[in-house]
């Protein structure tokens, strides 16, 4: 008889990002892959969704109904803990799952949920919510959300970290996150990385135009040091994809070759439009899934060492080691766009690199610790 796993997510997983976010194609291509050794069960909130232009058949379903207000984000958490609390209390009385695993903020109300009906409990943390870092207030512009922040932190953080102690188990998403996780929590953590289907991007044609591509135009995210870069290189394109910043006009007009595309759902269309994807980020990335993904399309990425950035390119020769050193970017992007044989090598040793992150070596690396969790 198979082991049983009750996943409680406040968001369902989906089957491609141009459905939802990387971290939540993550959770669906371990779970397809782990239904062929345990029971799956998901309780979460169906109408987040539209899913009617994809299927979760793969998965026992239960869903969540939760009637959300508007713009106040902690009373929504409130909302969504109660709300699943109850639901999964209920559930329980009709099946019994041999592993309640959960995340982001429903980690307290899960594993005491977990706990006093003798049902083991895994804490899944590929993020820092749970750890409501006060360095985050000075990413936030809105008033609205810092005060939010701050609530949230009042009202959750001690629950949260109490419940990260007391689960059975804890996975992380990276080296970088699990060093981090443990000393802060005082736990042992094991990692499992964000997998990839290498072959899903092979049709992926990379531009042969030198176009650069950044994702994310975010203070956090580097996007003064990419406007710097591009300052410095007035010949090469620069594309930026995401929500545009609110001075982007003024940005545009003073630098011809940065364009601000807007945000597009499918990665791939992107790495189709650009030869190097540069991730300059200024925060400690817990991982950095887009990477992996520029590798296994044919696009080189140069990164910050932020992280759990290394881990995801892997050679060290695509690392910048001082973030605000813009000669060294430029350096690094001249390289690879004007040398075609370093950057054929340094796609060919990437290539390699990430087959680590396959859906195989990460899926059983998940299968055996789950399994270890149950006997």
């Known amino acids: 008889m198979k082991y049983r796993i009750l996943l409680v997510s406040e968001i369902p997983p989906v089957p491609a990002e141009k459905y939802g976010s990387g971290g939540l194609m993550s959770t669906y291509m371990l779970l397809?892959?782990?239904?062929?050794?345990?029971?799956?069960?998901?309780?979460?909130?169906?109408?987040?969704?539209?899913?009617?232009?994809?299927?979760?058949?793969?998965?026992?379903?239960?869903?969540?109904?939760?009637?959300k207000?508007?713009?106040?984000?902690?009373?929504?958490n409130l909302i969504e803990i109660n709300r699943f609390r109850n639901e999964l209390s209920i559930l329980l009385e009709s099946i019994r799952p041999d592993i309640i695993m959960s995340n982001t903020h429903l980690i307290s109300s899960c594993v005491d949920v977990a706990s006093r009906h003798n049902i083991k409990s895994v804490v899944w943390i590929r993020s820092y919510e749970n750890f409501y870092l006060s360095e985050e207030l000075k990413y936030m512009k809105?008033?609205?959300?810092?005060?939010?922040?701050?609530i949230k932190k009042v009202l959750f953080r001690n629950k949260d970290y109490r419940a990260i102690r007391k689960a059975s188990f804890v996975l992380v998403n990276?080296?970088?996150?699990?060093?981090?996780?443990?000393?802060?929590?005082?736990?042992?953590s094991e990692v499992v990385y964000p997998p990839i289907s290498c072959d899903s991007y092979l049709t992926i044609k990379p531009s042969d135009v030198k176009v650069v591509g950044f994702l994310k135009p975010e203070v956090k995210k580097g996007i003064d040091i990419v406007i710097e870069i591009a300052r410095r290189m007035p010949n090469i394109e620069f594309l930026c994809y995401g929500e545009k910043p609110v001075n982007y006009e003024k940005i545009s007009s003073e630098l011809n070759n940065l364009h601000f595309v807007g945000w597009i759902n499918d990665h791939k269309k992107i790495f189709s439009s650009i030869r190097i994807l540069i991730v300059p980020s200024i925060w400690e990335e817990p991982f950095g899934r887009v990477v992996i993904e520029a590798l296994a399309s044919g696009v080189l990425p140069i990164v910050s060492n932020r992280g759990g950035l290394p881990?995801?390119?892997?050679?060290?020769?695509?690392?910048?080691?001082?973030?605000?050193?813009?000669?060294?970017?430029?350096?690094?992007i001249?390289?690879?766009?004007e040398n075609g044989d370093a950057f054929e090598k340094a796609i060919r040793v990437?290539?390699?690199?990430?087959?680590?992150?396959?859906?195989?070596?990460?899926?059983?690396?998940?299968?055996?610790?789950?399994?270890?969790v149950c006997s």
């Open 32 to 67: 397809n892959y782990l239904r062929n050794y345990f029971d799956i069960h998901i309780l979460t909130n169906m109408s987040v969704y539209d899913t009617s232009s994809f299927n979760l058949k793969e998965f026992k379903l239960h869903n969540v109904k939760v009637q």
């Open 69 to 76: 207000i508007p713009k106040v984000g902690f009373i929504n």
């Open 142 to 150: 809105s008033k609205y959300k810092k005060i939010d922040f701050i």
């Open 174 to 188: 990276s080296i970088y996150m699990k060093n981090v996780v443990d000393k802060e929590f005082g736990v042992h």
């Open 311 to 332: 881990e995801a390119v892997g050679d060290k020769l695509l690392i910048v080691g001082d973030n605000w050193n813009i000669d060294a970017w430029v350096k690094k």
């Open 334 to 337: 001249q390289l690879y766009l």
């Open 350 to 372: 990437g290539k390699e690199h990430i087959k680590k992150f396959s859906i195989e070596n990460q899926g059983k690396n998940m299968k055996i610790y789950l399994e270890n």
